[in-house]
């Protein structure tokens, strides 16, 4: 039987669910493949037992080099997270020959366009499934299940922490600050949250999967990324009022003129399924022009979920392997040298519905006042809601437009700012009432 002899980097909660699976599901991987996927060693920093698992044979070392630069490697599983250094120990590991899984989305959203070409020097597998939502195979699906389709369009729930945040705030009736201080206290959401509710961990995964489905190598800094600290109770409960959810989507488009790729706060109809994806679940739409649309939908993070990504990657390696091939997918879908750049729309170009809220006083003319700058920048409501009175305290004036430009919002919204009815700065929160 051929062996496979795998390293992994990192022991924390994804390491232990791949460890878990490669030891407990040794005989099925074998049926499978072919192949022997034997795990020889697990560096990491801080090396503890990790629990109850029984290692046996398998090495635990804190000599990261141990399984980078070690002869008796033949795949590295990175699941140590973030730049650095695990950027340094692939490069490595790619260098000296070895296939490399990893997890990071980070890495590969910010050096995906020089890892990959790095990979396809040393004749090295360079496989990501677990990157973005967890176990969801949306990547293979859009590298391989999809690949005879042109995409126009692709959007998801992408972070399991936004979705469980809004959830329970249309739920609980409760704000931002205090659902994400319960998230914290019962373990869902991270002592440091910003990479989740700021947008920036579904940023990178939606710059990959437009990479894959667009493709180009992924550009972080083309992504218009907006998080959900803004979002209020107020907003979640006129959205539900209006037949709405708000979602933290990841949206990727995809025309003759340019690409919009944006992270945002969206109202999408109640009736929609990507209103019904609750809670920490992740799910992707993916618009082809031969397939139409298709959904996934499941767990986009936690120990098993993202090490039974993890481990399908070390599958397809094995079974390649196996038959003497390497490379046969190309890490972005299309070959290194049919890749391109990504010709980006600018915010202000981008069309659509919008939510806009004002904090107004409550006296004749303010709603006329309001809606004069709104017609003089060509903006056509399709709704007004006001509710409530008050002689000192402002009031919410909730409006929903019908199809205009960003940049005609932006500069009503400035100069409706300015009016003296006008009590706090006009937010708004864009629609996408075709989303199924
Ligand atoms: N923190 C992410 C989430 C999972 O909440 O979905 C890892 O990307």
């Avoid at 490069?91 to 890892?115: F, I, P, W």
């Avoid at 070390?314 to 490379?327: D, F, K, Q, T």
């Avoid at 006083?361 to 006001?386: C, F, M």
């Amino acid at each position: 039987m051929q062996e496979l002899r795998v390293g992994v980097l990192g022991f924390g909660v994804v390491g232990r669910g791949v460890v878990e699976l490669l030891l407990t599901q040794g005989a099925l991987l074998q049926q499978r493949t072919g192949v022997r996927l034997r795990l020889v060693r697990i560096a990491t920093r801080t090396p503890s037992r990790n629990g109850d698992l029984a290692l046996g044979e398998v090495e635990l070392t804190d000599d990261l080099q141990r399984v980078v630069a070690a002869e008796d490697i033949d795949v590295v599983v990175e699941v140590i997270g973030g730049l650095e250094p695990a950027r340094s120990l692939l490069e490595q590991a790619l260098r000296s020959g070895k296939h490399v899984v990893t997890a990071n989305k980070a890495l590969l959203a910010m050096h995906g366009a020089d890892l990959v070409p790095l990979a396809v020097a040393n004749r090295c597998e360079l496989m990501f499934e677990a990157a973005v939502a967890g176990a969801i195979p949306i990547i293979k699906v859009l590298r391989e299940s999809l690949a005879a389709n042109r995409i126009d369009q692709l959007y998801g729930i992408l972070n399991g922490t936004c979705n469980y945040i809004l959830t329970e705030m249309r739920e609980r009736g409760s704000s931002f600050a205090d659902v994400l201080r319960d998230a914290q206290a019962k373990g869902f959401a991270e002592a440091d949250p910003s990479f989740d509710v700021d947008g920036i961990d579904a940023a990178h995964k939606l710059v990959l999967l437009a990479a894959i489905a667009f493709g180009s190598y992924p550009d972080f800094s083309q992504v218009h990324i907006e998080g959900i600290r803004h979002v209020s109770d107020v907003d979640i409960q006129w959205a539900t009022e209006m037949g709405y959810r708000i979602k933290l989507l990841g949206i990727a488009k995809q025309d003759a003129e340019g690409v919009e790729l944006r992270v945002q706060p969206t109202l999408v109809p109640v009736s929609s399924m990507v209103a019904s994806v609750e809670g920490v679940y992740n799910a992707v739409f993916v618009r082809g022009h031969a397939a139409g649309t298709t959904m996934y939908h499941g767990r986009g993070a936690g120990e098993r979920p993202t090490a039974s990504a993890v481990v399908a990657d070390l599958v397809e390696i094995a079974r390649n392997w196996r038959v003497g091939c390497v490379g046969r997918v190309a890490a972005f879908s299309c070959l290194s040298e049919n890749l391109r750049a990504f010709p980006v729309r600018a915010t202000d170009e981008w069309r659509g519905e919008y939510y806009l809220r004002l904090a107004v006083a409550d006296r004749p003319g303010v709603l006329a006042e309001v809606t004069r700058v709104l017609a003089e920048h060509q903006i056509s409501l399709d709704a007004i809601h006001q509710k409530g009175r008050s002689a000192v305290a402002a009031v919410p004036l909730i409006m929903v437009t019908h199809a205009t430009t960003e940049r005609q919002i932006r500069l009503a919204l400035r100069e409706i700012e300015g009016l003296d009815a006008v009590q706090e700065t006009p937010r708004f929160i864009r629609i996408e009432p075709s989303v199924v």
